[in-house]
Structure formats: C-alpha cells, structure tokens
C-alpha cells in the first residue's frame, strides 16, 4: 500500500487542524493505520492509531482529549483531527500502515507515508 498524507499548515496556538492520508495499491480495510510525528531534533513518536474497521482507538497521553483519530473505508483515507493545538506539537506528522494486527503503540510498523508538516505559532 501506498500512503500520501496532506494537510498540514501553520495554525496558532488553540487552533485546529485537520490531517488526511489517502491509501492506494491494496485493500485499505485490511490494515490497522495510524499517525506519528518527529519535531526537530527527536525521535519519530507515537500519536494515534485505529484499527480496521474503526470500532477501537489508541492515543499518546500528550494528544489524549484533543486529537481524534478516524477513517472512512470508503475513501481510503485516514484523518487526524487535532484541536487545542500547542506549540509543542509542532512535527511533521507521517501517517503509517500495518496489515500484522493491533500492536501497542504500532510498534514495528514498516510502511510509511511522506510526512506533512505541522507548525503552532504561539
């Protein structure tokens, strides 16, 4: 499967933004998929991740009640919405898709959209 995420931007601190990542190449409701993001100078981290038909979620602590995660089968796309924005979840957000099952954390995932950067002015 193919990923291409878009919809990133710069926003001020308390905003909203919404992410998009569109898959192509394979059946999409086959894979568990799922949002992480690396500001500079840090290591890729954890966000979000849904499972494949939506019915369970998983959030980082730090975007627990402000980020929500969701998918539409239909169109192939996975969606991060993030509300309450913060400087520091300025990144670049990538989104990321596994056919394995429901890891912590998607730990081990190995297909890997390009990235959309997010910036939060304060």
């Known amino acids: 499967v193919q990923l291409q995420a878009s919809g990133g931007g710069l926003v001020q601190a308390g905003g909203s933004l919404r992410v998009s990542c569109a898959a192509s190449?394979?059946?999409?409701?086959?894979?568990?998929m799922g949002w992480f993001r690396q500001a500079p100078g840090k290591e890729r981290e954890f966000v979000a991740a849904?499972?494949?038909?939506?019915?369970?979620?998983s959030y980082a602590d730090s975007v627990k009640g402000r980020f929500t995660i969701s998918r539409d089968n239909a169109k192939n796309t996975v969606y991060l919405q993030m509300n309450s924005l913060k400087p520091e979840d300025t990144a670049v957000y990538y989104c990321a898709a596994d056919p394995r099952g429901w890891y912590p954390r998607m730990r081990g995932v190995d297909i890997w959209g390009q990235g959309t950067q997010v910036t939060v002015s304060s």
């Open positions: 190449g394979d059946t999409f409701s086959n894979y568990f």
């Open positions: 849904i499972s494949r038909i939506g019915a369970t979620t």
